[in-house]
């Protein structure tokens, strides 16, 4: 069976309150939701939290996953991340930096590239290539839920600044990552 | 008045792409929003990156540093369900009106103006003195219907001497059902009521109840398949939070 008949009868059994096949999923699933979760919230009592929560609402199926629409891995972490930030804009707070200025964001963010993104992926391969600031704004919109009103008070950047570099570092994302997965080798 | 309000005016192609980045990204105002939407149909390079944006965003899930969870969460999950009522939960998906329906179906049963039409083939006997709505004769069940639409089965006894009775009714092809039980002994501290389903080998659980000091109770419940397509149902006494397993203690059982 593929991965995705797989994953069909095991939501099957879910969806029949099976028990085991739902440790089953977390046992699959639960550690990349886990890291997302952290990602997010930068704290570990949070991202238990919130990775409990995730799951749960996959148990009492307040949200379904349409095989038509993609993988459930992917519908998993989408789960995760929402609730992540809800719990993050719940705290009102980031995790574990204060920015004084987009230099200071971007000064930590280099620094802790290596603890940002997972070795070996495409994406922390592209994310390198941007500039320092585009990545900064990025990594506070996709990673902390941010508006742009909000990344300009966070930063002190005017908000049309924050739109352009926002605005021009997704594109340029895009493209490097949309050239990058066509190629064959780097798709197996 | 807003301008949410007003119809948006088409962009053309170019100008709807400087949009769909921060569409893509949840960050569009509402104007924005509209704009995109009412001009993906027309643009289809716009559809093709707004789909490339969210595969991106799928990898960007998954570029995350991989931390192993405490492995104490794990159990704290398994923990959570096995506290939660099975099927209940989905109770708020119940639409309006059914749920109408069902309240108004039980109230004409139990006036008693209802029709009965006998499933059993063996020959009909005296009403019940008790003049309950819904006749037994024998362990035969009765199939209630009030129009092409309802269900209904009436579950028996598993055991002699005793006055405990079910009634299920549902919608033709529907996953929700209306539970009403009468008769039923009291329950023990700690324990509950538990509706199972039988398809096949396997027996789901549609959810726990109490009764009151009648023995009567009620349970509106939603399953994952059309309810015809189980063949028996029972209700088992259970612990109070549920089981995963009817037990041995069944109160009512009946074949759908």
Redesign the interface.
């Known amino acids: 069976m593929t991965v995705q008949a797989d994953d069909i009868d095991l939501m099957k059994r879910i969806h029949r309150h099976d028990q085991q096949a739902f440790r089953l999923l977390y046992q699959q699933y639960g550690k990349a939701a886990y890291s997302l979760a952290y990602r997010v919230l930068q704290n570990t009592a949070q991202a238990e939290e919130v990775t409990q929560d995730a799951f749960m609402k996959v148990w009492q199926q307040q949200t379904r996953w349409d095989p038509d629409k993609g993988q459930l891995r992917n519908w998993l972490l989408t789960i995760t991340h929402f609730t992540a930030i809800d719990r993050l804009r719940r705290e009102r707070r980031q995790p574990n930096l204060h920015p004084e200025s987009i230099e200071d964001m971007e000064e930590m963010l280099s620094s802790r590239s290596d603890s940002l993104w997972q070795d070996d992926t495409v994406l922390r391969m592209l994310i390198q290539q941007l500039p320092a600031e585009q990545v900064a704004l990025i990594d506070l919109a996709f990673f902390r839920g941010m508006s742009h009103s909000e990344i300009a008070a966070e930063t002190r950047l005017p908000l049309g600044t924050v739109k352009t570099r926002l605005r021009s570092g997704l594109q340029r994302l895009r493209e490097l990552w949309v050239e990058t997965t066509k190629l064959p080798t780097l798709q197996s | 008045m807003s301008s949410t309000q007003q119809p948006q005016p088409v962009l053309n192609c170019d100008d709807l792409l400087?949009l769909i980045?921060?569409y893509?990204?949840?960050?569009a105002s509402p104007k924005e929003q509209q704009q995109v939407e009412s001009g993906l149909t027309t643009c289809p390079e716009a559809t093709a990156?707004l789909a490339?944006?969210r595969?991106?965003?799928?990898?960007?899930?998954?570029?995350?540093?991989?931390?192993?969870?405490?492995p104490a969460?794990?159990d704290?999950?398994?923990a959570?369900?096995?506290a939660?009522p099975?099927?209940r939960?989905?109770m708020p998906q119940v639409h309006r009106a059914w749920w109408a329906a069902a309240a108004a179906v039980v109230a004409l049963v139990f006036s008693n103006v209802y029709w009965i039409s006998r499933s059993s083939s063996a020959p009909p006997k005296a009403p019940d003195t008790n003049s309950h709505p819904i006749l037994v004769q024998g362990d035969s069940s009765f199939v209630l219907t009030s129009s092409r639409e309802i269900r209904w089965v009436r579950l028996p006894s598993a055991q002699k001497n005793t006055d405990a009775t079910a009634v299920l009714m549902w919608n033709v092809e529907s996953e929700i059902g209306l539970l009403y039980v009468r008769g039923f002994p009291p329950l023990s501290a700690g324990k509950t009521f538990q509706l199972w389903l039988t398809m096949g080998d396997?027996k789901?659980?549609a959810g726990t109840f109490q009764v009151d000091e009648t023995g009567s109770g009620a349970l509106l419940f939603n399953v994952?398949a059309p309810i015809d397509e189980y063949t028996w149902a029972r209700i088992t006494e259970e612990p109070e939070q549920g089981s995963?397993e009817p037990g041995e203690a069944v109160v009512v059982v009946g074949e759908l």
């Open positions: 400087e980045p921060a893509a990204f949840g960050l990156q490339d944006y595969r991106m965003q799928d990898d960007l899930r998954e570029s995350v540093p991989q931390i192993e969870p405490p969460l794990e704290r999950l398994m959570a369900i096995a939660e099975p099927a939960r989905r396997a789901l659980s994952t995963s």
